[in-house]
């Protein structure tokens, strides 16, 4: 089963595998598992350290030290790691479920598209939800050290998941009292000792800690990420609101919509029978240590995380499209048909963008950026080889950093946060500093957004969730006193060189104002 959800998902990727790294990959990922392939450290030092734990960086790591350094080994080990994560839903359903049910979910999960652009990224979400479907497995089948085991696995994995053995430990010890009152839950009255098993991955978790805390003297990650993850997003409002674009996207998020409106109105309908008999549901007991599980990071992750990603949701999805799979079985007898249409829905969304502002990193828009960002500086270094370049990150890290894969030499930079109005009117007074600017769209720009006359909520974005306008190409060369001589565009993004000044001993591309080279 792993080969063939291996081999499948590294056919549907094979025009992924050889994209240059991709925002956070560039900006943390991959640099911090380089210098443990380099120098043998835990702690990176050629970027600040997040104290995110060191499972998948040394998974990285080997991997590269095994098959060379490059985005096709890269992409093909996370590949692995998707695979691996599928074939742990797979057991987890033909277990709690049956095997119907088992090869939906996971033919849904893997279309989906927040999974799918993940499967071949350098992220940590997409590992630590496999290493928790392997670890509600065991849970499931009462084996509660084995299940430790696996979750402490997952918290090496990434910090965050720890929630789910505490979301598990706080289930248990609430199914006495409310099995008393539910017999369905089919619980036995007294909490059983071996259930602090699920507290042991916290030691793990705690020694990474002692051990980051040893050699930076910070516990939780650079002060400035600690500052943008945690203390500036503890706002009642923003909790509410961030509240809510965290049930958006386990439950409605990229089409996701169609599966839980499907299973909802299935829930009015009686259950199905076979031989008189009526059709198995998930064990009531088992589905609410999903909910708990899923309740749990919905909850802590908008009270944390400056950048509300869907990503960061991929340990509980999964557990959603689970449920709902089964319902639909259970109670409609065209199942299967409705799960083909939820699966084309999520085909649609991998290559539609929603008419709302999103990260691009949840379907194949993160390839439009790549590739945006990848010719811009290709003609950039062609034309402007000595340049002094003017930008934002992530295109920073593209041009001083050859081993992303956008260019082949270091290009000297000037960063700036944004290319909002205000960036760029403080840009222009440094003219004298910077020969070139690369301008692009750091946020997608949807068509025609939705609440885009809703002021009340434009402002709560700019306030809690760093939204904010970047001025088109043409725009933003008025303002900096330049000419603008690239533009690319692709739907809802774009890119632009503006060229200051006459570059002495470059080769500078001449070209009529009227014709600009496009793609």
């Known amino acids: 089963m792993f080969l063939l959800f291996f081999a499948v998902l590294w056919a549907l990727h094979v025009p992924l595998l050889r994209l240059p790294y991709f925002w956070d990959e560039a900006g943390y990922y991959v640099p911090a598992a380089r210098d443990l392939l380099l120098h043998g450290t835990l702690i990176p030092h050629s970027t600040p350290s997040n104290a995110h734990p060191f499972l998948v960086l040394a998974y990285l790591a080997l991997a590269w030290k095994v098959f060379g350094f490059s985005p096709l080994v890269t992409r093909t080990a996370m590949l692995a790691a998707a695979a691996f994560s599928l074939l742990g839903l797979f057991r987890l359903a033909q277990r709690v479920a049956n095997t119907e049910v088992a090869i939906a979910s996971v033919l849904c999960t893997a279309l989906y598209p927040v999974f799918f652009a993940q499967s071949s990224l350098a992220h940590l979400d997409l590992a630590t939800a496999g290493l928790t479907f392997w670890g509600l497995l065991v849970y499931v089948e009462k084996r509660p050290w084995t299940a430790a085991v696996w979750f402490s696995l997952a918290v090496m994995a990434k910090e965050t998941a720890i929630l789910a053995p505490l979301a598990l430990f706080g289930w248990e010890l609430m199914k006495p009292l409310l099995s008393k009152r539910w017999k369905a839950l089919n619980s036995s009255p007294l909490f059983e000792s071996k259930s602090f098993a699920l507290l042991l991955p916290a030691i793990p978790l705690a020694l990474w800690y002692a051990f980051h805390y040893a050699h930076t003297g910070f516990v939780f990650g650079n002060p400035e990420f600690f500052r943008y993850n945690v203390s500036a997003t503890v706002q009642p409002l923003r909790i509410l609101l961030a509240l809510g674009l965290r049930l958006w996207q386990v439950v409605g998020y990229l089409n996701l919509s169609f599966l839980t409106v499907a299973g909802l109105l299935a829930m009015l309908l009686p259950a199905l029978r076979d031989n008189g008999e009526e059709r198995k549901r998930i064990a009531v007991d088992v589905q609410f240590s999903f909910l ?12 944390i995380g400056g950048a509300e990603l869907a990503r960061y949701m991929l340990p509980v999805v999964p557990l959603v499209i689970l449920l709902f799979v089964s319902t639909l079985r259970r109670r409609v007898r065209l199942w299967r048909g409705i799960v083909v249409l939820v699966a084309l829905a999520f085909v649609e ?3 539609v963008n929603p008419p709302h502002g999103f990260s691009v990193e949840d379907n194949l828009a993160y390839r439009d950026f790549i590739q945006l960002h990848q010719h811009a500086e290709e003609f950039l270094e062609a034309h402007y080889p000595s340049a002094h370049v003017l930008t934002a990150w992530p ?47 750091t946020k997608y720009d949807p068509p025609h957004p939705w609440f885009e006359r809703w002021r ?8 809690f969730f760093g939204y904010h306008r970047d001025l088109p190409a043409a725009a933003a060369a008025q303002i ?13 993004q774009w890119i632009g060189v503006i060229e200051m000044e006459q570059i002495q001993d470059a080769k500078v591309f001449e070209t009529p104002a009227n014709s600009l080279p496009r793609r």
């Not at 708990?292 to 009270?303: E, L, P, R, S």
């Not at 009340?456 to 306030?463: D, F, I, M, P």
Request: proline share 4%.
């Open 292 to 303: 708990a599980v899923t309740a749990a990071y919905v909850i802590v992750m908008a009270v």
């Open 349 to 351: 969304a991998l290559f």
């Open 395 to 441: 295109a920073n890290d593209e041009l001083t950093v050859p081993y992303l894969g956008y260019v082949t030499k270091p290009m000297r930079v000037l960063r700036i946060e944004d290319f909002t109005i205000e960036q760029l009117m403080a840009a222009s007074a440094l003219r004298s500093d910077f020969d070139v600017a690369l301008v692009f769209s």
């Open 456 to 463: 009340t909520w434009q402002g709560w974005k700019t306030h």
């Open 480 to 492: 900096l006193g330049g000419r603008l001589v690239y533009e690319d565009l692709r739907p809802g």
